[in-house]
């Protein structure tokens, strides 16, 4: 069955670079330096990166990103609590533009 | 849960697992160290004589590659143990290192720890730490290894029992904090005791394990902090896709993915470093392998000498070791033995 995505193109992520090389080689770089031990630790930014992955809703970083914080040690109620992070900032950032809509609604109605 | 055995699984025969292994069209895990220079693979000497005192065993593990349970009656006699320490009393061979099944429920189990002690070896156990509290003849385990300083190693594969759970058993997680505890208060794993006790982490499921090094600051902190226990190192070791593994990544189909895992992350570092290179692994039987994982895929050392009825010392530490694809499983990433990672 055809489907928009295939489970086995995240292997094939490298290879975007057979059409422009410079700037693959660049992002690649500069991914693998992010993702680097830094003043967060490796584990803190896997998690991070899991809950965007929820809030781009990309299912091959979910995959990714669910077996990399699995690895480094993470519990399966770490890696839930981050997708709540990514549902209340996603829940919040709705809901906070109420206010506008309450500012609009106060200057249109009497 | 029973073994494979019991359950007339096809993977309880070696060659059905072998063929599985090979039926994938995977690179050949000997081209990888034919393109390092590693092939044929050498023993750098024999230092380490791991003994595995039969199948038996108190637990019935999902990941388990000896396919070890309650059901297994295989087990080491006196008669070959004898063998086995008569040629540690004519070698250097300095580390005698215990494995299982549970190895304690083995009748001469202490008989054969007084005497490789007498020999001034020294013992490493691969103590399940259930048996502990198994039964009441088992209750005075951490008193007999502290009389012979036995260095322990247990399986505790997550400070969860949610985790440990799922992969050894309903109620093994507690059971082993209570073993921990028992063990701790005779000193095992307390700070200048000289009695060691590490523990073993492996993933439970389809995934490879992280750094050690941080793993075990985990281990620490929580199992200090939720149970008040104490350990000296943890060994992070890689799931090798055999046995009962295997059988587990063909049925929650993740069999090609997780051997494309170990294959991408074939490190040479660890390749360099096996722990088939120094240690010779003894069968319940008598008979020698490179490890205990060639062991349970009945892939006996290459050469004359192949049991410890004919051991000769010489033609096995200039053997060619016996590689398969489930090699992989110690060379990815940072490397797995039975002492840890490698790199």
Redesign the interface.
Known sequence: METYYNPEDLKKFGKIGDFQKDLADKFFDYYGEVFKEGALTAREKSLIALAVAHTVQCPYCIDAYTSDTLEKGCTEEQLMEAVHVAGAIRGGASLVHGVQMMNQAKKKMM | MKSLKAQGHAFSESTQQLEQLNKNGFEPFKEKLQNIGLFPLKPTGIDIFQMNLGKMCNQTCQHCHVDAGPDRKEIMTRETMQYCLDILAKSNIQTVDLTGGAPEMNPDFRWLVEEASALGKHIINRCNLTIINANKKYHDLPEFFAKHKVEVVSSLP?Y?A??TDRQRGDGVFDRSIDAMKRLNDVGYGIEGSGLEFNLVYN?T?A?????QA??EA?YKRELKRKFGVEFNNLFVITNMPISRFLEYLLRSGNYEEYM?TLIEAFNPIAASGVMCRNTLSIGWDGYLYDCDFNQMLDLKVKGNSQHVSEFDFEALENREIVLDQHCYGCTAGLGSSCGGQTS
């Open positions: 997550h969860t949610f985790r993933p499921g995934i490879l394990p992280g750094p941080s793993l985990d494309q």
